[in-house]
């Protein structure tokens, strides 16, 4: 963007070069410094708004950091200020879960298939903290942020308050094809996130 202000610039400043000349009592030269000012503001804000909605465009199959495979544990470091993406793939029908151990105050998470369609779990499992309605507006109260999901299906996991920390699983029941997975964290804690990932048949057959 640096270079369209700099063209921005020295565009108005050519003006500047322009002749006093006088139309209707007005100096030609300020009539045309107007204008060019006019026209170089109305273009940054063009560029400005097109920039905006290219990043608007951008999909979370793009955004997505890596690939998560079954069988793996991870430790991931989840932002306050924006989502992180993944994804994950199921080799064919069955059940996804996610055991995810975190240790800030909240920390939000949905999935999602190709088509941006969100699932809730089919079974939840906690050790230590609890899930609870309304994490969107829990998250909001933490960290300012709200729609960055574009789902009601949002799990809110919140911490144990004595020793501060989330322990819980997730089970999804899935068809075989490509996932993502976007979460983010509140403010208060830390940006860690240890997360499992385990996936059976529709036979109970764990596979990796």
Not at 111 to 136: C, H, I, M, W
Request: net charge positive.
């Amino acid at each position: 963007m640096s270079s369209v202000f700099a063209k921005a610039v020295a565009y108005q400043s050519s003006a500047m070069e322009t002749g006093n000349h006088y139309k209707n009592g007005v100096s030609l030269k300020k009539q045309m410094n107007r204008q060019n000012r006019l026209s170089g503001v109305a273009l940054i804000f063009a560029l400005l708004f097109l920039c905006n909605v290219a990043q608007a465009q951008v999909g979370i199959a793009k955004t997505a950091k890596e690939t998560l495979r079954a069988g793996e544990k991870y430790e991931l470091k989840i932002s306050s200020t924006e989502a992180s993406d993944y994804k994950i793939v199921t080799p064919k029908d069955g059940n996804l879960t996610l055991s995810l151990e975190s240790y800030a105050k909240i920390t939000c998470f949905a999935l999602y298939n190709e088509d941006g369609k969100s699932f809730a779990p089919t079974k939840q499992e906690f050790v230590s903290g609890r899930e609870e309605g309304n994490p969107l507006n829990m998250l909001y109260i933490d960290n300012g942020k709200y729609n960055i999901f574009n789902t009601n299906n949002v799990q809110g996991c919140f911490w144990n308050e004595t020793v501060e920390k989330f322990k819980g699983s997730f089970t999804f029941k899935l068809d075989g094809g490509t996932y993502y997975l976007r979460i983010i964290r509140g403010q208060t804690g830390l940006s860690t996130v240890n997360l499992s990932i385990q996936f059976k048949d529709l036979n109970g057959n764990v596979v990796n």
